[in-house]
């Protein structure tokens, strides 16, 4: 698809560069982040600045997204095309375990809850729409922490003082975090017991985008007791959340 359209593709991922930085970049870092000639670095910035995608910081010598990548952003936002591709894979879930559900995204070092899907006779979470936790107490956060590189993290969490806690429960330094997404990685879903709340567990699987950026996890929250305690039955749960958060990738790339 790429060779049917360079042009177009050498945009596209200039912007995602771009998007991934937390600060504008000077044209020849991105000329070499990009394997491209100077030259042609600088014709295709100029043809972004041109139609409002990128704006050149002057006095700083630097590039960074202009207004036009900011709506396009916002006008995601407004369609919430993620939230519905991730509803009827999510209520499937629901079906098939008799757990509550929900789907979350990562927003700096927080989970931001944007689907929450109960299943009968199954108690209220915290986790309700909206509602923002911090990432490395949830298992929808690990889930993600755990897809991003080790310098991602870091910046994330550079120290202790970085950490929020609830009910003094979580990972509380670094190295502790550290620990706990070399476990999720090795299960390829990530757990978590009475973090979030009391008398509950949860197991959920990053949902991964064609970039290899994690664009969500999808949880199941239960018992911490019985149904926590019973490896087999957390196992099998995890298995369930890594099936519909592939099944849900897949979706995001077709």
Request: charged share 20%; glycine share 8%; hydrophobic share 45%.
């Amino acid at each position: 698809m790429e060779q049917r359209a360079p042009a177009a593709a050498q945009a596209l991922t200039l912007l995602t560069l771009l998007a991934r930085r937390a600060e504008p970049q000077p044209a020849a870092r991105l000329a070499v982040e990009l394997g491209m000639p100077r030259s042609s670095t600088y014709h295709l910035l100029k043809v972004l600045i041109e139609h409002g995608y990128v704006v050149h910081l002057a006095e700083e010598r630097r590039y960074g997204l202009g207004v036009a990548a900011h709506e396009l952003g916002s006008a995601y936002t407004r369609q919430a095309p993620l939230q519905r591709i991730a509803r009827p894979v999510l209520n499937r879930l629901v079906d098939a375990t008799g757990v509550n559900g929900h789907f979350a995204a990562l927003h700096g070092a927080d989970v931001v809850y944007l689907i929450e899907e109960r299943a009968p006779r199954r108690p209220p979470l915290v986790t309700d729409v909206g509602v923002r936790l911090p990432a490395q107490l949830t298992a929808s956060g690990l889930a993600m922490l755990a897809a991003l590189s080790t310098r991602q993290v870091r910046a994330l969490y550079p120290n202790a003082e970085a950490f929020v806690l609830r009910h003094d429960a979580g990972p509380r330094t670094p190295a502790q975090l550290k620990q706990l997404l070399v476990e999720t990685r090795r299960d390829g879903y990530a757990r978590e017991r009475g973090s979030v709340t009391p008398g509950l567990a949860s197991v959920a699987a990053a949902v991964i985008d064609h970039s290899g950026h994690p664009a969500g996890a999808v949880a199941l929250t239960f018992d911490e007791r019985g149904e926590g305690d019973d490896p087999d039955r957390v196992r099998w749960l995890g298995k369930q959340v890594v099936q519909a958060a592939g099944g849900l990738a897949e979706r995001l790339r077709s």
